[in-house]
C-alpha cells in the first residue's frame, strides 16, 4: 500500500486510538493528576524523583519502564589531550547517565554506529558503573550498507556478538533490527542470511530479553516484517511527533498508521524523533502562540515530549540529551505525564498549520549522512538554513527594508556556523549520502539549492526562490 493512501483520522479519533477516549482516562492510566490541574514546571523549578516519574509496562517481559528513554545517539564530544582530534566526552556522560538513573530513567538506547561509533563503548562503561538491574540496554543489528560481509550471517553476528563485549553486559534488554526500510532490505539482512531465526534463539537462550525493530522506509515493508511468521514482536520503533501524526515526509510513514497498526498487533511503540532533529523545541514566537495561550509557562520542547508520551500503547520516549538542562526539563515534563486534551491538540494543530507552511528541510541531525567525503558539513549547513527559516529572517526580497540586515545575519551566521571549506559550495553532486537519508532528502540538490542562494547573495542579488 502506499503510503498516501493511508486512511487519515480527526482528532476526536485520534483519542479514541490512543485508547483513552478522555484525557482524564489517559491521566489515570499515566498516574498523573487529575485533568484541569496544570504542570507549569516544565521549564524552571524541582526536578522531580523516581517516585513521580511516569512508567510504562511491557505487556511481553513485564518490565517497567520509564516514559522518557535516553537516546545515546549524540553523546558528547570534547577535543583529545593532544589537540589533534576528539573523543567521547566520558566525565559528562558518566555525569549525565548517573543524574538519569538517580531521578528514574532506566531505558537507554544506543547501536553500534552512533556517535561515530562510539556510543556503545561509552554508554557501557557509563552504566557499568550501575547495579544491573537499574537499567534496560537497547542495542541494534545495524548491518546496513552495501558491503556484503556486513548483510551476511558471519559479519552480523560479529556485529551482534561486538555489541555485548562494548556494554559490557551478558544479556540485552532491547535488541532491535536496526531501520527497516524495504522488502529486499529485510530479505537481504535479517531473512535469507537466518538472522531472524538466529536472533530467536538467542531471545530462548536468555541473551536477548525483548526482539524488535527500528522502522524508516516503504510502509510495504513495515507492513512485511510485523506480520512476518506470525512473531509476536516485544516492540518496536518508530518516528512519531505532531508532524509526523498526519504528515510524515522523507523514508516515513504517518505515524497514524504505524501505530494503529502496531496496536493490532499488540506491539509497544517506542518513539525517536519527538522534537523532529530539535526543530520542534525551536518554534517561533508566531507559531508558539496557541500553546503559550493555554500553557505559557510551558516550553515547545514540552508540548512535544507531552505529544510523544499520551498514547498509552507507548512504552518509552527518546531524547539525546548532551545537556544536562534537557535532562532535566524532561525530567519534569514526565514526572509525572499529564496527557494532553482535546483543546490541546486543537493548538498543536494549528502550530501543525504554520510548521508545513514554512520552508524547512526535513533534516533531524542523525549524522547517516556523515562524514561526507568531501568534507561537507551536510547537517551543519542545513541547520543554520532551517535556523533561518525558523526564525523569519529569509533574505528573499531586496525591496524588503530588513533585506540587508537578514542578509548580512544570514552570511555572517552561515560563515559562523559552517567553515568555508564546509559549505554547500564544495557539494559536487556524488549523490553518496542520498541512500543514507532516513528523511530521503535530497541533499545534493539541496546543497545546490543553498549555494546558490548563497552566492545570490554575496553578489547582493536577490534569490530567485
Not at 555525569?95 to 554506529?113: C, K, M, Q, R, S
Not at 531586496?398 to 557539494?427: M, N, T, W
Request: contains cysteine.
Amino acid at each position: 500500500m502506499a503510503k498516501d493512501n493511508k486512511k487519515t483520522i480527526n482528532r476526536r479519533d485520534f483519542l479514541k486510538v490512543l485508547g483513552a477516549g478522555t484525557a482524564a482516562s489517559a491521566a489515570l492510566l499515566a498516574g498523573c493528576k487529575p485533568s484541569g490541574q496544570t504542570n507549569t514546571s516544565s521549564i524552571t523549578g524541582e526536578v522531580p524523583g523516581p517516585d513521580r516519574q511516569t512508567y510504562r509496562t511491557n505487556p511481553h517481559s513485564g518490565d517497567v519502564v520509564s516514559l522518557l528513554g535516553y537516546g545515546c545517539m549524540r553523546w558528547p564530544f570534547r577535543p583529545t589531550a593532544d589537540g589533534q582530534g576528539q573523543e567521547i566526552d566520558q566525565d559528562l556522560v558518566n555525569e549525565l547517565v548517573d543524574y538519569a538513573i538517580e531521578h528514574g530513567v532506566n531505558y537507554f538506547d544506543t547501536a553500534p554506529g552512533y556517535a561515530r561509533g562510539l556510543s556503545e563503548e561509552a554508554t557501557g562503561i557509563a552504566l557499568k558503573r550501575h547495579p544491573r538491574e537499574k537499567f534496560f540496554i537497547a542495542t541494534k543489528l545495524s548491518n546496513m550498507g552495501d558491503d556484503p560481509y556486513t548483510r551476511s550471517r558471519e559479519g552480523s553476528i560479529a556485529m551482534y556478538e561486538q555489541s555485548f563485549r562494548r556494554l559490557q553486559v551478558d544479556y540485552i534488554d532491547y535488541y532491535l533490527l536496526h531501520s527497516i526500510g524495504t522488502i529486499e532490505g529485510v530479505n537481504s539482512r535479517f531473512i535469507d542470511n537466518g538472522m531472524i531465526d538466529f536472533l530467536l534463539r538467542e531471545k530462548e537462550a536468555g541473551r536477548i530479553r525483548n526482539l524488535g525493530w527500528s522502522f524508516h522506509g516503504d510502509v510495504e515493508a513495515f507492513d512485511y516484517l510485523l506480520a512476518y511468521k506470525d512473531i509476536q514482536w516485544d516492540f518496536c520503533q518508530i518516528q512519531l511527533n505532531y508532524i509526523d501524526w498526519l504528515h510524515a515526509s522523507g523514508r516515513n510513514v504517518n505515524a497514524e498508521y504505524l501505530y494503529a497498526e502496531l496496536q493490532k498487533k499488540n506491539v509497544p511503540a517506542v518513539i525517536m524523533e519527538p522534537l523532529l532533529g530539535g526543530r520542534l523545541s525551536r518554534l517561533n514566537p508566531i507559531a508558539q502562540t496557541p500553546l503559550r495561550q493555554l500553557r505559557p509557562d510551558d516550553s515547545p520542547a514540552a508540548w512535544a515530549f507531552r505529544y510523544a508520551g499520551t498514547p498509552e500503547g507507548v512504552l518509552t520516549v527518546l531524547s539525546g540529551m548532551t545537556q544536562m538542562e534537557h535532562l532535566q526539563e524532561n525530567l519534569r515534563t514526565y514526572g509525572p505525564l499529564e496527557p494532553l486534551n482535546e483543546q490541546e491538540y486543537t493548538a498543536l494543530e494549528e502550530v501543525t498549520e504554520y510548521y508545513l507552511n514554512e520552508d524547512f528541510i526535513p533534516c533531524t541531525d542523525c549524522q547517516y549522512c556523515m562524514p561526507c567525503k568531501y568534507g561537507i558539513d551536510i547537517p551543519g549547513v542545513f541547520a543554520h538554513y532551517n535556523k533561518v527559516v525558523n526564525e523569519q529572517r529569509m533574505p528573499e526580497d531586496a525591496g524588503d527594508p530588513e533585506y540587508r540586515r537578514h542578509r548580512r545575519q544570514f552570511l555572517i551566521g552561515y560563515d559562523r556556523s559552517v567553515p568555508k571549506l564546509r559549505q554547500a559550495k564544495q557539494c559536487i553532486g556524488c549523490g553518496i549520502c542520498k541512500p543514507e537519508c532516513p528523511q530521503r532528502i535530497p541533499i545534493p540538490d539541496e546543497m545546490a539549492r543553498i549555494d546558490e542562494f548563497v552566492e545570490n547573495l554575496r553578489r547582493e542579488k536577490p534569490s530567485a526562490y
